[in-house]
């Protein structure tokens, strides 16, 4: 399964157009998704209808709605058996790869039951396999590596003092915490299973700042769990499930970033390219890509002051943005206040962003010794998106329906308008998966759950984003 987290239909236009705009291609070009578009999903969960992502990805994991919050519990705070562990249960293999930390909403969803999605450390400690279930996963690649590390340690954001690296230690899990292990990970050597890859303290960068030789790409984590789960599952002859999130798609838009947002949205079209040359190659295979939910209220075109607006959007604004603006806006924030507005003018804004035209209150407002990392990021985001004529309504997510895409065997299934409970009940047919049965292992040794979320559980949480507002 794949989840573009905060991927509306408008951002797949978005990108279809900017690609073609880069590359110089013919109106006809279709993005590796447009091939394989089924029908769209609803994305309103039991507590309201504009739904937060682990409320949504629970929906994906368990089969069933639940409220804004709610990582693998229903309506209740019930633990739900998710489809990851009734594939481990039926002797499968199983993995996760997403470009958040891995103990974030949607890969918590399917591998960890807690009240609230900021209990992070819980997550964290479950996802292991510490928990009446046991080890569930085999594979886990992304960021968060704090979550991992006991609160008194260098750059930790647990709660509490438990080494949750050591423990995955004993408990056998292979460790890779840099891009030279992961390089040197053997793609076919089932024996390192299960391994744990944490190639960043919180989310891994925007694939518009990604160091390549730092952190391993979107498409470069899931070939390789591809390999490594379908090596194992050869030797064992059994199959495997493997969840994919495209993360900071989502954050991008919560940041109103349409350059980072792009960028994203391109490494997660360069991922289901691979990842459909995989299913083709395995034709008893069906891969599923969906989103959670739409972030920022997107739209191409928009309107700047009083007067009727142009008919158009341009590419060559967001093609002119060398990085983030969560990144530039740090970067301003801990630069020289003496020099601060000269560097935002000349460095920032006319090389960094690309703009030309900008006016001296800009540079000013921006350079602003005051201004929060908030202020700064959103005066940046703004700068491009109204040359660029794209538009936001908000900050957080919309109630809109989302792209359905699937390929491979009984992709037709899917075809038409679903709830988004129906891509959970799909794969847990497709996989001839018991999720009751797993539920009622949960619900027998429900004392395993963290009680609703302390101060520091949500102080943890917020201090590992790196802007000072949460993606949800």
């Not at 230690?169 to 460790?175: D, T």
């Not at 604004?317 to 560097?343: G, P």
Request: hydrophobic residues 35%.
């Amino acid at each position: 399964m794949m989840v573009s987290d905060g991927f509306g239909p408008a951002s797949e236009t978005f990108a279809r157009s900017y690609h073609q705009y880069v590359h110089g291609l013919p109106y006809n070009y279709t993005t590796p998704l447009d091939a394989i578009h089924v029908g769209a999903s609803r994305t309103r969960s039991s507590s309201s209808l504009v739904t937060d992502s682990a409320a949504g990805a629970t929906a994906f994991s368990c089969a069933l709605k639940s409220y804004n919050a709610a990582i693998g519990v229903d309506p209740d705070g019930h633990p739900c058996g998710t489809v990851l562990e009734a594939a481990k249960a039926r002797k499968m293999y199983t993995g996760l790869v997403a470009t958040s930390r891995i103990t974030h909403a949607t890969p918590a969803a399917f591998s960890a039951h807690v009240p609230h999605r900021d209990q992070e450390s819980a997550i964290a400690v479950q996802q292991i396999g510490d928990y009446p279930l046991g080890r569930t996963v085999d594979l886990m690649f992304g960021g968060g590596a704090c979550f991992f590390k006991p609160k008194s340690s260098q750059n930790s954001c647990r709660t509490d003092e438990r080494d949750v690296l050591a423990d995955a230690r004993r408990l056998g899990w292979s460790l890779v915490q840099s891009r030279s292990e992961f390089d040197t990970l053997p793609a076919d050597d089932a024996t390192k299973l299960p391994v744990l890859g944490l190639f960043a303290r919180s989310h891994m960068s925007y694939t518009i700042d990604r160091e390549p030789t730092k952190e391993p790409s979107l498409r470069e984590m899931a070939e390789k769990a591809l390999s490594l789960l379908q090596t194992a599952a050869d030797r064992d002859d059994q199959g495997f499930f493997l969840m994919i999130e495209g993360s900071r798609i989502d954050m991008a838009a919560h940041s109103n970033d349409p350059a980072a947002h792009v960028h994203d949205i391109e490494a997660y079209h360069e991922t289901i390219a691979a990842v459909r040359s995989f299913v083709d190659a395995h034709p008893d295979t069906v891969m599923v890509s969906v989103s959670d939910h739409e972030t920022g209220g997107f739209t191409l075109g928009r309107q700047n002051g009083p007067e009727y607006p142009e008919y158009i959007w341009h590419p060559s604004v967001i093609h002119r943005v060398q990085n983030s603006t969560e990144k530039l806006a740090a970067t301003i924030a801990t630069y020289d206040q003496t020099k601060r507005e000269a560097f935002v003018r000349d460095l920032v804004i006319k090389k960094w962003l690309g703009i030309q035209d900008a006016g001296r209150s800009d540079a000013a407002y921006i350079a602003n010794p005051k201004r929060t990392l908030n202020e700064i990021s959103d005066r940046l985001a703004d700068l491009v998106s109204t040359r660029a004529m794209v538009g936001w309504t908000t900050h957080g997510h919309s109630g809109v329906d989302v792209n359905l895409y699937a390929h491979g065997a009984e992709a037709e299934q899917l075809r038409g308008n679903h709830e988004n409970t129906d891509i959970g009940d799909f794969i847990a047919r497709f996989l001839g998966l018991d999720l009751n049965s797993i539920t009622q292992t949960l619900t027998k040794n429900s004392t395993f759950m963290p009680a609703k979320p302390s101060k520091d559980d949500h102080q943890a949480s917020t201090m590992a984003d790196v802007m000072d507002f949460k993606h949800m």
